[in-house]
C-alpha cells in the first residue's frame, strides 16, 4: 500500500469503510434469518468434496470397490493395528493375510466363484471382517444373518438371499444344528469356524483355513463384478413380516466409505464398535467407514455398560458409536470419579433422547456428538452437524435435490391421511407426520431381495401429485420453526426394544402357533427410563382350551429372539379391528401393563421361572421403579 498516492489511499480508506458498512449489516441479516449459514457453508463444502471423492472413484475401470480400498490401506499401513479384538491385535496385513487364506480355503472346498452369495452366521468378532473381506475378494455377496435368530426365522432369512454357503460361528453351530434337515434338502455346505464339529455333515472349516495359502486371490476371479452386483444383504425387521433381506449393492457401500472421513475422523482416530455388525450401523459405519480412513476398529463382542469406559482408555479410543439405549445405560451406571478421564472426542450414532444427551455431556465432558438418521434400505438420511440437542438433523437446501414430506397419518387405521382427490396432506410446523421420500434417480429404493410384496408395500404413491411414488419410511418425525427434525415414533407395525426392530406380525404369527391361542395383538408398550417398547400382546383364547404358560414360554424362546418376547400377555374375549379389519392398538398401547388400567387377566413373562405369571402391583411397582430389570 506504500506505493499508493494520498488520494488513492484516501479512496481506498473510503471504499473499505463503505464495504464494511454494507456488509456488516448483511452479516447480520445472515445471522438472523439465516443463521447456520456457515454451518450450511462447511456441509456443502464437506459433501462437494465427499461427492468428487465418490464420482472419480466411480468412474475408475475396473470398479474400484470398498475391497480395492482395504487393498489399499494395507499396501500403504500394512502394520497398522487395523483390528483390536479381546487382547488381541491384527494388522492390516494379518487381516490381508487372513482373508486370503479364507477365501483360498472357501475355493477348494465348496467352489464359491463370484456372482454367488455366502450367509455368514457370526457374533462380532475378527472372524466376522475377514470373511467378509474373503468373499469380497472371491466376488461373491454376504447376506448378514442376524446371530440371534433361530429355527424359523433362521431358515426363512438365509432362504431370502440364495446362498447355497453358510459360514457359521462354533458357538452357533447348535442353533445351524436346529435346523439341518430344510439345509440339507437345500443342499446347503455349512462351514463351522471349529478345529472339530460333532454334528454329522458339517465341515469343520478352521482346519482347511489354517492350511489355506496366504498367497493373494487373483483379481481376475472378481473381475465381472460390477457396482451393480449386491454387495451385501442386510435384515431389517420391516413393517410387516418376517425380516427382509435389504440389498446393498457395491454403489451403494461405496458411497458408504465416507460415514466416518466426512465426520472428521482421521487414521489417527480408534473406532470403538460395539453394536452388532451384521446391522447397517455397525457394519457401515464401524466397518466400512474405519477401511476409508485407515483406522483401528476396538471390537467388542457386545456393548457393556460396565466395561465401556476401562475399554476406552484402555485403547485410546477417540471415537465410538451409539444407538439412544447404550447412551441411556452409560448415563443410569453408577457414577464414578473417572468418568470424565478418556481421549472420547466424538459420538456417531442415532436414537438419542434429549434427555440423554444432556446428561450425557453433563456427566462424560465434552464429547461432540453427531446424531444421523437413515435406515438401510431407504433413500434419505439427515446428519446432526450443528449440535441441537435432541434433533436429529436439519433439512437445507440440499434436501431440494431429495425431496421429502411428512405427510399426516392416521395410526388408527394404519394409513396417510388423504384429501378429496386422492393425495397425502402435508402436516405444519411442528406437527407430526410419517416422513416420506421421493423415489428418483439419485434417491433410489432397491427393495428387498425375493421379496416383490414387501418391496411394494413400502412406496407411497400419490403423494403431491398423481403418479408420484415415494418411500415409507415407517417414521414419524416433527420439523420445527429453524427446520430441525425430531424423531418421534414408528408407525403401527414395528415398535423398537434394545435397539432391534420388532415387527408385530412376525410375533403374532409366532403366538397363533400356540394350540390354545386364537387371535393374538402385539403391540410395544413404554416402560418408564427404557428407550424404545416393550412387547406386549393381546390375545383371545379358543373355546374348551386353557392356557398353558409354561409351553408358552418355551414355544416362544425356541423361535423368537429374547428382544421380541411379549413381556406382557392380556387375555380379551374378543380383539377389536377396525372397519378395514386391522386391530385396533392405540387404545391397549394406552393402556399399558399397568394392572390398575386393565381389567382383562394380565401376565407377567418371568425369566427365572420360565413361565408367565400373574402380574401384579408389586411387580408393576417393581418394573417401574428399576427393581426388576427387563
Ligand atoms: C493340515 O495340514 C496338516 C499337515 O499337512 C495335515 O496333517 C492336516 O490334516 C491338515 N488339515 C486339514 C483340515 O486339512
Ligand atoms: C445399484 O447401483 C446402481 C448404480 O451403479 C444403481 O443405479 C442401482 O439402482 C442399484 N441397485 C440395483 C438393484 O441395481
Ligand atoms: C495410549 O496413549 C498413551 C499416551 O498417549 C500411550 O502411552 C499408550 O501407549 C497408548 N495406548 C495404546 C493402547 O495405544
Ligand atoms: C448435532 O449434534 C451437536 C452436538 O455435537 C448438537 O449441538 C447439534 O445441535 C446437532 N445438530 C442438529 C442439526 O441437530
Same mark, same amino acid.
Given at each position: 500500500m506504500c506505493c499508493l498516492s494520498p488520494p488513492a489511499r484516501n479512496m481506498f480508506a473510503t471504499s473499505a469503510i463503505l464495504a464494511a458498512a454494507l456488509v456488516a449489516p448483511l452479516l447480520l441479516l445472515l445471522r438472523i434469518f439465516w443463521p447456520y449459514f456457515w454451518k450450511d457453508v462447511r456441509l456443502a463444502a464437506n459433501l462437494l468434496r465427499v461427492l468428487l471423492t465418490f464420482a472419480a472413484r466411480r468412474r475408475r475401470k475396473p470398479a474400484y470397490l470398498v475391497l480395492d480400498r482395504f487393498l489399499e490401506q494395507a499396501a500403504r499401513h500394512a502394520d497398522r493395528p487395523f483390528v483390536v479384538? $479381546? +487382547?488381541?491385535?491384527?494388522?492390516y496385513r494379518d487381516a490381508d493375510r487372513q482373508s486370503n487364506r479364507i477365501a483360498n480355503?472357501?475355493?477348494?472346498?465348496?467352489?464359491?466363484?463370484? +456372482?454367488?452369495?455366502?450367509?455368514?452366521?457370526?457374533?462380532? $468378532?475378527?472372524?466376522?471382517?475377514?470373511?467378509?473381506?474373503?468373499?469380497?475378494?472371491?466376488?461373491?455377496?454376504?447376506?448378514?444373518?442376524?446371530c440371534n435368530i433361530r429355527s424359523k426365522s433362521l431358515l426363512h432369512c438365509f432362504g431370502c438371499c440364495g446362498a447355497k454357503v453358510? %459360514?457359521?460361528?462354533?458357538?452357533?453351530?447348535?442353533? *445351524?444344528? @436346529? %435346523?439341518?434337515?430344510?439345509? @440339507?434338502?437345500?443342499g446347503v455346505t455349512v462351514l463351522v469356524l471349529t478345529r472339530e464339529c460333532n454334528t454329522p455333515g458339517f465341515v469343520s472349516f478352521l482346519g482347511d483355513v489354517e492350511n489355506a495359502s496366504e498367497a493373494p486371490v487373483p483379481r481376475s476371479l472378481r473381475s465381472e463384478v460390477t457396482f451393480r452386483s449386491p454387495a451385501v444383504y442386510i435384515y431389517t425387521s420391516g413393517t410387516t413380516g418376517l425380516p427382509k433381506a435389504a440389498v446393498v449393492n457395491n454403489t451403494r457401500l461405496l458411497a458408504a466409505l465416507a460415514v466416518l472421513s466426512s465426520n472428521g475422523v482421521t487414521a489417527e482416530d480408534s473406532v470403538y464398535l460395539n453394536l452388532p455388525l451384521y446391522h447397517t450401523a455397525g457394519f457401515f459405519i464401524g466397518f466400512i467407514g474405519s477401511i476409508e480412513i485407515g483406522s483401528t476398529i476396538i471390537l467388542r463382542r457386545k456393548f457393556s455398560a460396565s466395561q465401556f469406559w476401562d475399554d476406552c482408555r484402555r485403547h485410546n479410543v477417540t471415537v465410538v458409536q451409539y444407538i439412544g439405549e447404550i447412551l441411556r445405560y452409560l448415563c443410569n451406571s453408577p457414577k464414578k470419579d473417572n468418568d470424565k478421564d478418556h481421549k472420547v472426542r466424538l459420538a456417531i450414532g442415532n436414537g438419542l433422547r434429549a434427555d440423554v444427551w444432556k446428561e450425557f455431556l453433563n456427566r462424560f465432558g465434552d464429547i461432540e456428538i453427531r446424531e444421523f438418521y437413515a435406515s438401510t434400505e431407504g433413500n434419505i438420511g439427515f446428519m446432526n452437524d450443528t449440535g441441537k440437542i435432541g434433533a436429529i438433523g436439519r433439512t437445507n437446501f440440499l434436501h431440494k435435490l431429495f425431496p421429502y414430506a411428512l405427510i399426516k397419518y392416521d395410526t388408527e387405521v394404519d394409513a396417510p391421511v388423504r384429501d378429496s382427490s386422492g393425495l397425502c396432506i402435508e402436516v405444519g410446523r411442528g406437527e407430526t407426520g410419517l416422513l *416420506?421420500?421421493?423415489?428418483?434417480?439419485?434417491?433410489?429404493? @432397491? +427393495?428387498?431381495?425375493?421379496?416383490?410384496?414387501?418391496?411394494?408395500k413400502k412406496k407411497v404413491c400419490d403423494v403431491s401429485k398423481k403418479g408420484d411414488v415415494y418411500f415409507n419410511s415407517g417414521d414419524l418425525m416433527r420439523i420445527d420453526e429453524d427446520n430441525f427434525i425430531y424423531f418421534q415414533d414408528r408407525v403401527g407395525d414395528t415398535f423398537r426394544w434394545k435397539g432391534e426392530n420388532v415387527a408385530t406380525t412376525e410375533v403374532s404369527d409366532i403366538l397363533t402357533m400356540m394350540e390354545f391361542v386364537e387371535e393374538a395383538n402385539v403391540y410395544g408398550v413404554q416402560v418408564p427410563g427404557h428407550e424404545g417398547k416393550i412387547g406386549m400382546a393381546a390375545i383371545t383364547i379358543k373355546e374348551d382350551e386353557e392356557p398353558d404358560w409354561e409351553s408358552m414360554f418355551s414355544h416362544i424362546s425356541s423361535y423368537l429372539p429374547a428382544y421380541a418376547h411379549p413381556r406382557f400377555i392380556r387375555i380379551q374375549n374378543s380383539v377389536e379391528v377396525t372397519a378395514t379389519f386391522k386391530q385396533m392398538k392405540v387404545k391397549l398401547v394406552e393402556a399399558g401393563f399397568n394392572p390398575s388400567m386393565v381389567c382383562d387377566p394380565l401376565f407377567f413373562l418371568n425369566d427365572k421361572a420360565k413361565t408367565y405369571i400373574p402380574m401384579t402391583e408389586d411387580i408393576y411397582n417393581s418394573i417401574v421403579s428399576g427393581t426388576i430389570k427387563l
Open positions: 479384538f $479381546e +487382547g488381541a491385535t491384527y494388522s480355503a472357501l475355493r477348494s472346498r465348496c467352489a464359491l466363484t463370484q +456372482g454367488r452369495t455366502a450367509a455368514l452366521f457370526l457374533g462380532n $468378532e475378527p472372524a466376522f471382517l475377514f470373511a467378509w473381506l474373503a468373499l469380497a475378494k472371491l466376488g461373491c455377496a454376504a447376506a448378514l444373518l442376524n453358510l %459360514i457359521a460361528a462354533a458357538e452357533l453351530a447348535d442353533a *445351524v444344528g @436346529e %435346523i439341518k434337515t430344510s439345509l @440339507e434338502r437345500e *416420506v421420500s421421493k423415489i428418483t434417480d439419485i434417491a433410489p429404493f @432397491e +427393495g428387498y431381495a425375493r421379496n416383490k410384496e414387501q418391496t411394494e
